[in-house]
């Protein structure tokens, strides 16, 4: 327990950090964004009564899908404060109810939602199954969640122990079926990005708050042979719009 505490108070704290220069330096998570939501329009239209946008950050991500969807009541949820504030401006002009928590504190709540939705925030759980079977007990029936996460093949070019690991997509898929989820849309995307040097896609990463990713003790030689080489980062990126029958 000691552990977990740790590691969310690692999470919460690097994201807090870069909450000024995330929403410039998320292009990927950007592009994640536009390709989840477009997905969403495409097989699911309808009004919905509970919406709900589980690691909404500043609530950029947030602010482009409540643009594009009817609702009667708006949610979103992060447990970094910083970025939560930003959040809170952006998304008043929908009413939302902004909520400083983890997952599992407001999954464990006597509310049910139409749609659960999230982008690039699902690899900071520390457990999958768990998460995804809370939200599942949360969805009213013929809901849907709608999310994207990094899979197996992000970082390639990373060295394994400076690096989380990553889900499978077989896994991932098993494991929603196992759970009850109708499965409407699963897509996996690689984007790519091109940095001077290895440096630089590193310090892209931790600009984005993921700094807990780079073990900087096992690295070193790594960066130093790198350092002047130019360096692609890619992310491969898991689409997943599920459906509780």
Request: proline share 2%; glycine share 4%; net charge positive.
């Amino acid at each position: 327990m000691n552990n977990f505490c740790r590691i969310k108070r690692e999470i919460k704290d690097s994201f807090d950090l870069v909450h000024s220069t995330y929403d410039d330096r998320s292009k990927v998570q950007k592009l994640c964004s536009k390709e989840l939501i477009k997905n969403l329009l495409i097989f699911y239209k309808k009004e919905y009564q509970n919406v709900i946008d589980l690691g909404c950050g500043t609530g950029i991500t947030t602010s482009m899908l409540f643009e594009k969807i009817k609702f009667n009541k708006s949610y979103a949820c992060d447990f970094a404060p910083n970025l939560l504030n930003l959040a809170q401006n952006r998304l008043k002009k929908f009413s939302t109810k902004i909520l400083n928590s983890d997952y599992y504190i407001i999954l464990n709540k006597n509310l049910k939602y139409d749609l659960v939705f999230s982008n690039m925030s699902f690899q900071w759980c520390l457990d999958i199954k768990h998460l995804l079977k809370l939200i599942y007990t949360n969805l009213k029936y013929y809901g849907i969640l709608s999310f994207s996460i990094p899979i197996k093949g992000t970082f390639q070019n990373i060295p394994s122990q400076s690096k989380n690991n990553f889900y499978n997509l077989e896994y991932l898929k098993k494991l929603i079926q196992n759970i009850g989820y109708k499965i409407i849309f699963i897509k996996d995307i690689n984007y790519e990005q091109q940095f001077p040097s290895f440096i630089d896609a590193i310090r892209s990463i931790k600009n984005t708050g993921a700094n807990i990713l780079i073990n900087s003790n096992k690295n070193n030689f790594f960066n130093k042979k790198l350092a002047k080489n130019k360096f692609t980062l890619n992310y491969n990126i898991g689409f997943f719009i599920l459906q509780k029958c």
